[in-house]
């Protein structure tokens, strides 16, 4: 089955940039889709389609893929950007949805 | 603007059955595509299965099958999942959410998922 690699926790300051990346094989040939999900809350999709954002989300929220590695990009991080975070494909082959690990994001 | 609300929680005990509702306003429910989404505590999310209601037929994790069934009422707009043989290990919260399809020529078909229920907590427990 597709496996969806992500470090467990990321650390940033305010104001700085994070960076959240998705390992996969190949996974610059499918399309990325990414998921801010807050304590006690549903997950809210805040980047799809490698790199198109949702109505209502910040610019700050960017996304690219390529090769075997997706990443989404906050910048500008605010304290409410602390939050756990998702990749996700569409695997027709297994799955077929596959979710990344998550990423555990903290604002110091 | 789609809302999904579900069901309330459940308190179920080992070898019993849980069936969740997801009921969708906004939007056309019969052409969307309903997915379930599962979170143990403490733990990551995991696709259980999904459906399109126009089409009637749902397809399931592999993981689930034979365990899952997922059902859609176009009368009353609403999902449900069906879980069965529950053990401790499938307390967890259930989310329902709307897939979006995303073509391209090159990779195919894909969905994501745009709106999401509130989820609905159930406890596996004797």
């Known amino acids: 089955s597709y496996v969806l690699t992500q470090p467990p926790s990321v650390s940033v300051a305010p104001g700085q940039t994070a960076r959240i990346t998705c390992g996969g094989n190949?996974?610059?040939?499918?399309?990325v889709h990414w998921y801010q999900q807050k304590p006690g809350q549903a997950p809210v999709l805040v980047v799809y389609?490698?790199?198109d954002r949702p109505s209502g989300i910040p610019e700050r929220f960017s996304g690219s893929n390529s090769g075997n590695t997706a990443t989404l990009t906050i910048s500008r991080v605010e304290a409410g950007d602390e939050a756990d975070y998702y990749c996700?494909?569409?695997?027709?082959?297994?799955?077929?949805?596959?979710f990344g690990t998550g990423t555990k994001v903290t604002v110091l | 603007q789609v809302q999904l609300v579900q069901s309330g929680a459940e308190v179920k005990k080992p070898g019993s059955s849980v069936k969740v509702s997801c009921k969708a306003s906004?939007?056309?429910?019969?052409?969307?595509?309903i997915s379930w989404v599962r979170q143990a505590p403490g733990q990551g999310l995991e696709w259980m299965g999904g459906?399109?209601?126009?089409?009637?037929?749902?397809n399931y994790a592999q993981k689930f099958q034979g365990r899952v069934t997922i059902t859609a009422d176009e009368s009353t707009s609403t999902a449900y999942m069906e879980l069965s043989s529950l053990r401790s290990e499938d307390t967890a919260v259930y989310y329902c959410?709307?897939?979006?399809?995303?073509?391209?020529?090159?990779?195919?078909?894909?969905?994501?998922?745009?709106?999401w229920g509130q989820g609905t907590l159930v406890t596996v427990s004797s």
């Open positions: 959410a709307r897939a979006e399809k995303v073509i391209t020529m090159v990779r195919g078909v894909g969905f994501y998922f745009d709106y």
């Open positions: 906004g939007g056309t429910f019969s052409s969307y595509a």
């Open positions: 459906i399109i209601p126009i089409f009637g037929t749902a």
């Open positions: 190949n996974i610059g040939s499918k399309s």
């Open positions: 389609d490698d790199s």
């Open positions: 996700q494909v569409w695997d027709s082959s297994s799955g077929p949805c596959v």
